[in-house]
T-cell receptor
Framework: KQEVTQIPAALSVPEGENLVLNCSFTDSAIYNLQWFRQDPGKGLTSLLLIQSSQREQTSGRLNASLDKSSGRSTLYIAASQPGDSATYLC???????????FGKGTKLTVNP | NAGVTQTPKFQVLKTGQSMTLQCAQDMNHNSMYWYRQDPGMGLRLIYYSASEGTTDKGEVPNGYNVSRLNKREFSLRLESAAPSQTSVYFCASMKENTGELFFGEGSRLTVL
């Protein structure tokens, strides 16, 4: 059974810092790995999707990497801003499955 | 550019009342999902539908029923609401070739 873990559960950093959010998964037979952002009281917004054949994806200040052999994905945020404050969730889709398995998220606070 | 639309956004029920949460997507996706999100529990899958006319149970289906009315619409029904069903409910749909998941804004349900 696939399990997805995100550590730490919460992170507080000063503005301008580069930071890394971690996501680990137990089953390496994944189809893709997706990162989402959730603002308080809002839905989940897709940030980056990495297919199993890819090693990383980039969007603006965000870079997500995938290492299936070690069961890890990281979300790198460059030059963090207070507007980046949100909860970040990762989710893995196993090959042959129709159901994503979600981590519980990392709540990020970027202090001005 | 609507994506996934959920109604209602907020609802208060008394124990024992019934209600239906509606979800519609305009992206021509086959797969649709209902999740609930609770503090400390993360996102949990209630039911999903891989295609029109099919539905399957997720992790926490008890107390819920679903209907895949057509390709666009997937509704979630609470027949006899209980306080334990107080939660935020999210509908989502999946793009087939990439496995990317798109979420609605959520429906906040309180059962008194």
């Amino acid at each position: 059974k696939q399990e997805v873990t995100q550590i730490p559960a919460a992170l507080s950093v000063p503005e301008g810092e580069n930071l890394v959010l971690n996501c680990s998964f137990t089953d390496s037979a994944i189809y893709n790995l997706q990162w989402f952002r959730q603002d308080p009281g809002k839905g989940l917004t897709s940030l980056l999707l990495i297919q199993s054949s890819q090693r990383e994806q980039t969007s603006g200040r965000l870079n997500a990497s995938l290492d299936k052999s070690s069961g890890r994905s990281t979300l790198y945020i460059a030059a963090s801003q207070p507007g980046d404050s949100a909860t970040y969730l990762c989710a893995a889709l196993r090959v042959g499955s129709e159901k994503l398995v979600f981590g519980k998220g990392t709540k990020l606070t970027v202090n001005p | 550019n609507a994506g996934v639309t959920q109604t209602p956004k907020f609802q208060v029920l008394k124990t024992g009342q019934s209600m239906t949460l509606q979800c519609a997507q305009d992206m021509n996706h086959n797969s649709m999902y209902w999740y609930r999100q609770d503090p400390g529990m993360g996102l949990r899958l209630i039911y999903y539908s891989a295609s029109e006319g099919t539905t399957d149970k997720g992790e926490v289906p008890n107390g819920y029923n679903v209907s895949r009315l057509n390709k666009r619409e997937f509704s979630l029904r609470l027949e006899s609401a209980a306080p334990s069903q107080t939660s935020v409910y999210f509908c989502a749909s999946m793009k087939e070739n990439t496995g990317e998941l798109f979420f609605g804004e959520g429906s906040r349900l309180t059962v008194l």
